[in-house]
């Protein structure tokens, strides 16, 4: 019982994560770069949501509608943010580098993660913000009694919305990448982006894509982060990042169905890792999942095991 | 990765643009301006005692805005529109790229010097300002008497052994400065000596990491483990093991004991490290050591009984050999002053001693580093190092043991931070994991990016203008006041009242605002302009490891990365 309710809350939390995750593997399997602005771009999502949601509560308004009215204009503004932040970074401190050497990317793009933090760290100052919880109700599944105790399995709303919502994004960009043609050229310069440039691709635009339907992803995960823990602050997008980063490995990168998995899965190890062993150390669980994976796998679940060509 | 094209528009081509085409990427650029600034700067919130407050900004994301915009518009007219750029440089006229570099030039050699001038001589500080004169007549000299020579070529190899004599003179020269009367603003001879001992840890610590990063070509972003695993080495063997295995009578010595064991300790753990590292491309290689540096963080502030977690640990701080510097009880003398008096000449109890004595053997640590790592760059292994860097594939099929390789450079970079972390603990006396945080990590790269990954005197460049910078902002005070302290009364007074008639929500996020606040971004912001510019470091010269007959420098851009 008590293992449902985890599995519960690691699902949640693995759905936040897997989404992060895509953003990761997409620019990892056309560039080949770890864009380690990614996790930041993140948190410019959730505390975009925190600011445009204050803006929203203050306006007043009330009632079912108003705020299922709100809380979308708040999804569609930090979604259209954090594209613009990640779009300008891609065209700022990427795109002139390729073809630079290899580790220049790398040190862009941490150079990048540390001017997204420190930016929202100095207009916003540093603390926490916490909000009050806007959807609050849950289903009771399961009550159990132990002495005058009681135990309930609970699957708050907010829960359902997270994992269902992230079904249809799912379905949705699943969709985008197979049957669309802006989804074949994303494809084709994942394969071989030479060829797809000699094949009439606009493979600079495909990349800039690509860059802002991760950033849309991140967005809303950030957007659901920020609902979910109603606190936020400029420096959640770090162990964030690194743990999405080890869910796209987990699950093979450059495999978008992987990274969901992958997200999904360290979800689960971080909330049973504190459900059973101990809180303080879920992070360097994930951390040492990260390192293990690496060594032992570093193909991932659904991905292609890589060959080095000459 | 390097096989998409090269997009157009990148550096080195030059735009030509109609103004009309100008104009609108200057609106496209202002509109995307917009998303970036409007939520996250113009609503700014605050948390005053658990109560959320905000304010709107719009002025401040307006003029950022704005800002953006004229400084595109800038561009266009002065570096990207090529006959602007040759009407600035007659004497070439068909060069369309140079320009770009000249003007920089002028601006570096000329605008820049004469202005931290008049500064200076706005403050009264004659002496600064005549020092700078007298170098830019001497760069102006050498040029007249050598003309067909390179000025880099002329001070090149002077730059070390000139650096190497200022380290060793600094703390003589700030106290014969102290003397004279010759002193930098709000800087005594104290602060300045134990401020140069600071960087110098830094410099020590970029050059170890450079080991790993300039000359192996492996991107270790958890640097900082090594760096904690020295200082809690020192910490536990001096205040827990050392005295339990050999009693108390070794705690004075604890460090000169430890000094070794924690570099072997830290050189170890830059083994375990390294090891599931080998067969990780570079990208891999960077996240899982991030990832190791916050394990080892996160254990030093869990694991309780063994660390004493958050609260940190008090340490013995350094001693001279066993003789403390602390202030005996009747005042007059320290131990170390004691032993002077005693055996050489009389010497009073002075608080600077300890510090000089810091600095010089930081100063010894860092020159052992510089000295090592130099004279291994010429051995087989670092021969193999640089030859990983450029070709790993090469490198296999000729026989190098890349394991072995990649191994060494971890455990050898390792061990150098780990003696600089037992150095930084008997240094502060105390230590705690808040000090080994990844942004620590990311400084220590910035700095070894900033000095031209390989270049080990432009660490030390890059180290001093960072650390030296972030001290003496925090020595300023909020913006309004550094303004003032650094353009004198009158300059300053004058910026004073321009600001004043700025709106006062402006004026609060503007003035009122205390720099250190900025100093990462301008780090971070930092590592991005330097890979887009000048990926191979300011010192662009590559002189070669190893040569045939005769020795030919090459131009930075021929090496694949870094120092060649």
Redesign the interface.
């Known amino acids: 019982m008590y293992f449902l309710q985890q599995l519960i809350n690691g699902l949640t939390l693995g759905s936040i994560y897997g989404l992060i995750a895509i953003g990761y593997t997409m620019v990892y399997g056309i560039i080949g770069m770890i864009n380690f602005a990614h996790g930041d771009v993140f948190m410019v999502g959730s505390i975009t949501t925190f600011i445009v949601l204050l803006m929203f509560a203050l306006t007043g308004g009330s009632g079912p509608f108003a705020i299922a009215l709100a809380l979308a204009l708040v999804i569609a503004i930090s979604m259209a943010v954090a594209a613009t932040f990640n779009w300008t970074i891609e065209r700022v401190a990427y795109r002139p580098l390729r073809g630079s050497f290899r580790l220049a990317p790398l040190i862009s793009s941490i150079g990048m993660s540390i001017v997204l933090q420190e930016f929202v760290r100095i207009a916003q100052e540093g603390r926490s913000k916490p909000i009050q919880p806007i959807i609050k109700g849950k289903f009771v599944l399961m009550t159990k009694s132990v002495g005058t105790q009681d135990f309930a399995v609970t699957l708050s709303y907010m829960q359902i919305g997270i994992i269902l919502s992230t079904l249809v994004l799912m379905t949705v960009f699943t969709l985008i990448i197979q049957r669309t043609a802006l989804g074949r050229a994303q494809r084709a310069c994942e394969q071989d982006t030479k060829m797809a440039a000699l094949l009439g691709i606009n493979v600079d635009r495909t990349i800039s894509i690509t860059f802002i339907l991760g950033a849309i992803l991140a967005a809303f995960a950030g957007f659901m982060f920020f609902m979910y823990y109603n606190v936020t602050d400029f420096h959640v997008g770090f162990a964030a990042g690194i743990k999405a980063f080890t869910a796209a490995v987990l699950g093979g990168i450059g495999s978008i169905p992987g990274a969901m998995l992958g997200g999904m899965l360290i979800g689960l190890i971080e909330v049973m890792w504190s459900a059973y062993f101990s809180v303080e150390y879920k992070d360097v669980a994930a951390f040492t999942i990260l390192v293990l994976v690496l060594i032992f796998m570093p193909q991932g679940l659904l991905g292609k095991p890589e060959v080095e060509k000459i | ?8 528009g ?2 080195g081509e030059a735009k030509v643009l109609s103004p009309s085409e100008i104009a609108k990427d200057l609106l496209i650029s202002g509109l ?1 301006t917009v ?2 600034l409007v ?3 113009a ?5 005053d005692q658990g109560i ?1 407050t ?1 304010h709107s900004r719009f002025w401040l994301a307006g003029l950022l805005g704005a800002l953006v915009v004229i400084g595109r518009g800038l561009m266009y007219v002065f570096v990207w529109n090529p006959r602007a750029a040759a009407a600035l440089d007659i004497a070439a006229p068909d060069a369309v790229v140079v320009p770009k570099i000249k003007l920089s030039r002028i601006i570096l050699s000329w605008v820049l010097p004469l202005i931290i001038v008049a500064i200076l001589i706005a403050n009264a500080r004659y002496i600064f300002a005549g020092l700078i004169l007298v170098l830019i007549a001497g760069r102006e000299a050498l040029r007249i008497v050598f003309p067909d020579r390179k000025l880099s070529d002329l001070i090149g190899p002077y730059v070390a052994p000139g650096l190497l004599v200022f380290g060793i003179m600094l703390p003589i020269v700030a106290h014969l400065g102290k003397a004279y009367g010759v002193e930098l603003p709000n800087f005594g001879e104290l602060r300045l000596i134990d401020l140069a001992g600071y960087i110098l840890i830094y410099i020590m610590l970029g050059w170890g990491l450079n080991v790993v ?1 300039g000359l192996a ?1 492996l ?1 270790d ?1 958890g640097y900082v483990a090594f760096y904690a695993v020295g200082a809690y080495s020192y910490a536990l063997l001096s205040t827990v093991y050392f005295p339990r295995w050999f009693g108390v009578g070794i705690v004075p010595y604890a460090f000169y004991v430890t000094l070794p064991v924690a570099g072997l300790l830290a050189g170890l753990w830059g083994v375990i490290l390294g090891f ?1 590292v080998l ?2 491309r ?3 290689l ?3 050591t ?3 540096g ?2 080892i963080r ?2 030093l ?2 694991w309780f009984s063994f660390t004493s977690g958050p609260q940190g640990i008090n340490v013995p701080k350094l001693t001279f050999f066993g003789y403390t510097f602390k202030q005996d009880a009747d005042g007059d003398y320290s131990e170390f002053s004691k032993f002077i008096s005693d055996h050489f000449f009389p010497l009073a109890y002075d608080r600077i001693h300890s510090y000089i004595f810091l600095y010089y053997v930081i100063f010894a640590l860092a020159l052992v580093t510089y000295f090592v790592t130099k004279r291994l760059r010429r051995l087989p292994i670092g021969r193999a190092w640089e030859a990983l860097r450029e070709d790993e ?1 090469a490198c296999r099929s000729l026989g190098i043991n890349t394991t072995n390789t990649k191994l060494t450079a971890f455990a050898i970079g390792a061990m150098f931070g780990g003696f600089a972390g037992s150095f930084f603990a008997a240094r502060q006396g105390f230590i705690s994991p808040e000090s080994f945080v ?2 620590e990590s ?1 400084l220590i ?2 700095i070894v ?1 900033l000095g031209g ?1 390989g270049s080990p005197i432009g660490i030390v460049f890059s180290a001093t203008a960072i650390m030296g910078s972030f001290e003496v902002f925090r020595e300023l005070g909020s913006a309004g006041d550094a303004i003032k302290s650094m353009m004198g009364e009158t300059v300053g007074g004058w910026l004073s009242w321009l600001f004043a008639q700025f709106p006062t929500q402006l004026q609060d996020s503007f003035i009122g605002t205390d720099p250190v ?2 100093r ?2 301008a ?6 302009v330097m ?2 510019f000048r ?1 191979r470091g300011f010192v662009t010269k590559r002189e070669p490891t190893v040569y045939l007959k005769e020795k030919k420098s090459i131009s930075g851009d021929m090496v ?2 870094g120092h060649g």
């Open positions: 990765m390097s096989a998409a094209p090269k997009s157009g990148a550096k995307i998303p970036i939520p996250i700067v609503i700014r919130t605050q948390l959320l905000w990063v070509g991107l972003l599931p067969r990780l570079g990208d891999y960077a996240i899982v991030l990832a190791f916050e394990i996160l254990v502030i869990n594939i990844y942004l990311a790269l910035a990016v990954l606040q900025f990462m971004i780090v971070g912001m930092a590592m991005v890979m887009l990926p694949a990365e």
